[in-house]
């Protein structure tokens, strides 16, 4: 393959990712606001409670398998892909009878024993995981992401329909579960009519073993991150039992830049693993694109987190309403804490794409080990859910000085000069926060204000990046002539 057909075909992958996750995400997020506002903080607790077992079983699920059909570096044969699934399929009944068994159990512990049968729906979704863990690497390996953009949109449209007329209807948690597994089961069904691979009944330990080895340091990278942040969520519901908004309001805070961030960051960090490794013996090309990647990622994130900080008041009031005016300052934190996601991406699918899950699980160890006596020690010292959402500010600080610590030997790209290269987006982004919130003392109607300092920040943004002719800003217009389709000349 050329370097040529490979750069055009990132670019395409690229687009089409890019404009599945920012259509997803903002389907995604029209959704919830209208939820949150039919519901409120408590159901959305709830939610919380369930998402903790289905994300653990699922890192269990998936195994590190489907990444390591990405990262492999010859083309996976029909053992490879069927072994993948059939694996995947027996670990999800595993984890599916033990959510079923002992979810009395361990919701009764936190006094949930309500959420018993809704758990028991949700976990369905595992082994729609293992049904789509290995079309979802076919098509990674191919950058074919027309094919996800379809599946996500289609899945939105019809698992958010039916969970507002659940919500109208006065379903409550269900109309959640509804949502959660409806969206799963149409993505599933979009890609099992749209990828044509079926397994077939052969199964291989060896390929599996092979797989694993690089697999299941993923896996326990994968868990280790996702018993922090599922720890975090059952430490909020045990330290505030009598407030069952606690941790409604604080993963809401939490999730309205979540959403923003990864329509971006979830684009970057698909597209870079398969992109990545078809350049493993090309160091110099894999800085460029590990650069690239973390500068352009900069230059859209930062304003819009910076913009966020500064008008969450409104924003919140306007869209979620004034029960969950409370979630403000969690909002406010959790934007300076996704700045570090463009870098924690772009660093780690590059040690991944070098095929050193061992790096990237001794990184996953040392970060947790921080993370958790942050977690800890926040916990124990403040009575405020916000020093939670502080605490884990500082550990994202500390986990992109790690991530980029490997970068520095095996592609030459160390931490001080992935700091020097966001150093402007990060000034501009600064300078038109500081804009946005001075147009704040304007004594307009809240509606109309809003929509002027939205436009204005924008306007001020791409105005001042022309002016001094950022480097982000210039490549990204060239990325995205690419995307365009060339028009043909036409013979006089």
């Given at each position: 393959?050329?370097?040529?057909?490979?750069?055009?075909?990132?670019?395409?992958?690229?687009?089409?990712?890019?404009?599945?996750?920012f259509a997803n995400q903002g389907l995604t997020l029209a959704i919830t606001l209208a939820l949150s506002r039919i519901l409120g903080p408590a159901q959305y607790t709830k939610l919380a409670i369930i998402n903790i077992f289905i994300t653990i079983a699922d890192v269990f699920v998936q195994s590190g398998l489907s990444t390591a059909l990405i990262q492999k570096k010859e083309?996976?044969?029909?053992?490879?892909?069927?072994?993948?699934?059939?694996?995947s399929f027996g670990v999800a009944s595993v984890f599916y009878a033990l959510i079923f068994f002992l979810s009395p159990m361990i919701?009764?512990?936190?006094?949930?024993?309500?959420?018993?049968?809704?758990?028991?729906?949700?976990?369905?979704?595992?082994f729609l995981g293992a049904f789509t863990s290995v079309q979802n690497a076919i098509v990674a390996r191919k950058l074919d992401f027309k094919i996800v953009f379809i599946s996500c949109i289609s899945a939105g449209i019809i698992s958010g329909t039916a969970a507002i007329i659940?919500?109208?209807?006065?379903?409550?948690?269900?109309?959640l579960v509804i949502h959660f597994t409806v969206n799963r089961l149409i993505m599933f069904i979009v890609m099992w009519i749209f990828v044509k691979w079926r397994p077939q009944f052969t199964f291989s330990g060896k390929n599996v073993k092979k797989l694993f080895s690089f697999g299941w340091k993923v896996m326990l990278s994968s868990l280790i991150d996702a018993i922090y942040q599922d720890a975090r969520s059952l430490f909020i519901k045990k330290k505030y039992p009598e407030d069952e908004?606690?941790?409604?309001?604080?993963?809401?805070?939490q999730q309205v830049p979540q959403v923003l961030v990864t329509s971006l960051n979830g684009a970057v960090q698909t597209v870079m693993l398969p992109a990545l490794s078809a350049y493993q013996s090309d160091r110099p090309k894999m800085k460029s694109m590990v650069r690239r990647a973390i500068m352009s990622g900069s230059y859209i994130i930062y304003p819009m987190m910076a913009g966020l900080l500064v008008m969450a008041g409104p924003l919140i009031q306007?869209?979620?309403?004034?029960?969950?005016?409370?979630?403000?300052?969690?909002?406010?934190?959790?934007?300076?804490?996704y700045l570090f996601w463009p870098t924690h991406s772009a660093n780690l699918q590059a040690v991944n794409a070098l095929g050193r899950s061992d790096k990237y699980l001794i990184m996953e160890i040392i970060k947790k080990f921080f993370d958790f006596g942050i977690l800890i020690a926040s916990l124990l010292l403040f009575e405020n859910i916000a020093m939670i959402a502080w605490g884990s500010v500082l550990s994202n600080v500390i986990s992109s000085v790690i991530n980029a610590w490997p970068n520095k030997k095996l592609i030459d790209y160390g931490y001080f000069e992935q700091i020097k290269d966001v150093l402007p987006n990060a000034a501009l982004a600064v300078l038109m926060g500081g804009c946005v919130f001075a147009m704040s003392f304007i004594p307009l109607n809240i509606?109309?204000?809003?929509?002027?300092?939205?436009?204005a920040g924008v306007g001020i943004y791409v105005g001042l990046s022309k002016l001094f002719k950022l480097e982000s800003f210039n490549y990204i217009l060239e990325t995205m002539k690419e995307m365009l389709p060339k028009k043909e000349k036409k013979e006089k």
């Open positions: 393959m050329s370097e040529t057909v490979t750069k055009k075909r990132i670019v395409k992958g690229f687009g089409w990712k890019l404009l599945e996750r083309e996976p044969d029909q053992k490879d892909y069927s072994s993948v699934f059939f694996m919701l009764g512990y936190f006094n949930s024993a309500d959420l018993v049968m809704p758990l028991r729906v949700t976990s369905l979704v595992l659940a919500a109208v209807c006065g379903l409550g948690i269900w109309a908004a606690a941790l409604g309001i604080y993963n809401r805070g306007i869209v979620l309403g004034d029960k969950w005016l409370a979630s403000i300052p969690i909002l406010q934190i959790y934007c300076l804490n509606y109309i204000l809003t929509a002027i300092r939205l436009v």
